[in-house]
């Protein structure tokens, strides 16, 4: 027997977690993101990353069809960015406004998140409605700064510790 889709969201609420934004280059050569909290390491040795990707998004489309992406990890002062990406806006306007670079592999980095860690796709698991992407990490830029939290069904920062 399953819990309701209601119990199981207010449960989910409680688990706090850092925001990203995933982004990629389609094979059409344009940009696609979105916002993603469900996104955490593998492994070391190689140095793995799985992120979930909900099936009807144009970003996963991309993404599995280029098997390329960026998982830009954002800093406290982007709220605006995640909310950006996760908007309903198009993939046009979410990249407009923020400021970008391409990647080794043609992904956009965020220049301005906490941490940008590029991936291959090594294996792609099909979980009721989203895609649990694996991936080996290529490239990693990290900036100084704190993390963005979401918790709660809001944002949070915290001052990282010395």
């Known amino acids: 027997m399953s819990v309701e889709a209601k119990q199981f969201k207010n449960a989910l609420k409680l688990w706090a977690s850092g925001v990203t934004v995933v982004t990629t280059r389609g094979r ?11 996104f955490s390491s593998v492994s070391l040795e190689p140095p793995q990353i799985l992120v979930c990707l909900n099936q009807a998004t144009d970003t996963g489309a991309a993404l599995l069809e280029s098997r390329h992406f960026a998982v830009n990890i954002l800093n ?3 709220e605006s960015v ?10 046009e306007q979410r990249f407009a406004s923020v400021a970008w670079q391409a990647g080794e592999s ?4 965020l220049t301005e998140a906490l941490a940008a860690l590029e991936c291959r796709v090594v294996q792609q698991i099909q979980a009721g409605s989203h895609w649990v992407i694996i991936a080996e990490v290529d490239s990693v830029v990290c900036r100084e700064g704190d993390p963005l939290l979401y918790y709660n ?3 949070r920062s915290v001052a990282a510790q010395d």
């Open 28 to 38: 059409d050569n344009q940009l696609r993101g979105m916002t993603a909290t469900a």
């Open 76 to 78: 406290s002062g982007q």
């Open 82 to 91: 995640s909310n950006q990406f996760a908007g309903s806006i198009t993939q």
């Open 106 to 109: 043609g992904a956009p980095i």
């Open 153 to 155: 069904s809001a944002y």
